[in-house]
């Protein structure tokens, strides 16, 4: 695998509708999924994959990130999902998503089975990553392991609608807090822990998706909150609420300039005066400075932000 891209807006494609596959095409996200599970009914999964594969091949994606996301491993179609994308798409296909992953055995499993297929045709083995999402009660308990269980993992994403369920948590509406609960964020736990075990491990963190999807300022309210604590991105299941993805989880371009002007200062002063902390007006800048611009610089970048002072 190489270095891991930006995940800012990651749109859902029902992997069975060719009609939204070509609408996908000219989306600004930074990725895509065609998916092959929940936005699929049982009879429709052989054809989809095929569709899948059809539309992995024709292209015209850009530079968006390219995965399949598969049926969970305790389904009858996970193994055939996967045969079928990587023989017949592999070559452009980047990722696989995980669903409902409740162990690091799940993670072995889908490891040991594109390496096999990637041996078999001629692929280049690794290269293709894999995505974990956390779905239940298990799959938080487990998520270190879950985190550490391939090199081929990029990213852990968190999948609210099936965790509210696997809590018997009281709400019928996804990403909102639920009735009753005026204490705080009910999710806050769930999602610092899917965090603090990605960044263990090199990995990302994506929020999962929004169900509202023409109530803009809802979207925008939850995407707020997983990106103030570092997540990298949210699924997105509307055109609606790509711009509103692609803004939230960028900095702004004041932040973005501050941290560019924070980097040179720094590395001036260490490089060049030879002192390990630096006046920049005001603000005393030492080593955690540093660390905390690399990772907004970072991420203006992989925006596509340019200084502007």
Not at 75 to 93: C, F, M, N, Q, S
Not at 165 to 182: C, F, I, R, T, W
Request: proline content about 4%.
């Amino acid at each position: 695998m190489g270095e891991l891209r930006s995940r800012r807006s990651v749109l859902a494609v029902p992997g069975s509708n060719p009609r939204f596959v070509e609408k996908a095409r000219g989306l600004d996200v930074d990725a895509f999924f065609l998916d092959l599970e929940d936005a699929v009914a049982p009879l429709e999964k052989e054809a989809a994959r095929e569709n899948v594969v059809r539309a992995l091949n024709d292209g015209g994606w850009g530079r968006k990130l390219r995965s399949v996301r598969v049926n969970d491993v305790s389904t009858a179609w996970a193994y055939r999902d996967v045969i079928a994308v990587v023989e017949g798409a592999g070559a452009a296909l980047d990722c696989l998503v995980l669903p409902k992953v409740t162990s690091a055995r799940d993670v072995h499993w889908l490891d040991t089975l594109l390496t096999q297929i990637e041996r078999a045709v001629g692929l280049e083995v690794g290269r293709i990553g894999i995505e974990a999402q956390i779905e239940d009660a298990r799959g938080l308990t487990n998520v270190d392991a879950i985190a550490a269980a391939s090199p081929r993992l990029e990213s852990l994403v968190y999948g609210p609608a099936d965790f509210m369920a696997s809590l018997n948590m009281k709400s019928l509406v996804v990403g909102e807090q639920p009735p009753g609960y005026d204490t705080g964020d009910a999710y806050h736990h769930v999602l610092m822990r899917i965090l603090t075990a990605a960044r263990a491990h090199g990995l990302q963190a994506v929020d999962g998706p929004h169900l509202q999807i023409r109530d803009v300022d809802a979207f925008r309210r939850s995407a707020s909150r997983t990106a103030a604590l570092g997540f990298d991105g949210k699924w997105v299941l509307h055109p609606l609420q790509v711009e509103a993805a692609n803004e939230v989880y960028a900095p702004t371009q004041e932040d973005y300039d501050h941290a560019e002007l924070i980097l040179d200062a720094y590395e001036h002063a260490t490089t060049v005066d030879r002192r390990g902390a630096v006046m920049l007006g005001d603000e005393m800048l030492d080593e955690a400075s540093r660390k905390m611009a690399l990772v907004v610089a970072g991420k203006g970048r992989a925006a596509g932000l340019r200084r502007t002072s």
